[in-house]
């Protein structure tokens, strides 16, 4: 078994294990099993592994694997793209940056959703928990990029885009 097989096979054991609702929470108890590894590593072995974050039925955000009843679920809606299913609530813009507040648990998928959607004003993005951070080119143009990010984020009342 390679170093990397081995390390996937443990942090999918800690996601059954355990509710672990942030990529810093499940880096701590990685590191406590003596794994030491980067937040990017960390970030693709996620996806890999098709890691998505759920609720559980305590209401709190977690890693859920393929394996999951919920799993289902909660990919269903991020298919369907909804806002209220994405968690999309505003964006608000400063200089090259763009600030996207969603719902508790839902920043981190919709962050993956548009750095998977390639658009030329997207450099990349950072996410928290309901905070997504968005670095924009320089001199972008804000009605093509909102125009874009509807294709995945439809507004809904109440939200401000």
């Known amino acids: 078994m390679t170093a990397r097989q081995s390390r996937l096979d443990i942090i999918k054991a800690i996601i059954q294990e355990q509710e672990i609702g942030s990529q810093d929470e499940l ?7 003596g794994l030491t590894l ?7 072995d996620l996806k890999l592994l098709r890691v998505v ?39 608000r813009y400063t200089g090259n940056l763009a ?7 839902y920043a981190s998928g919709l962050a993956s959703d548009i750095d998977n959607a390639n658009f030329e004003e997207v450099i990349g993005t950072i996410a928290g928990d309901d905070t997504i951070m968005m670095a924009l080119e320089e001199g972008f143009n804000k009605e093509i990029l909102e125009a874009n990010l509807r294709t995945i984020i439809p507004v809904y009342p109440g939200s401000r885009m």
């Open 27 to 33: 880096l701590a108890v990685l590191a406590r099993r």
């Open 38 to 44: 980067t937040q990017a590593t960390l970030s693709r």
């Open 53 to 91: 974050k759920g609720n559980s039925l305590k209401g709190k955000p977690v890693y859920m694997l393929p394996d999951n009843p919920y799993y289902q679920r909660v990919r269903e809606h991020r298919e369907v793209g909804t806002a209220v299913q994405n968690g999309f609530m505003r964006i």
């Open 99 to 105: 600030v996207i507040k969603t719902r508790p648990g």
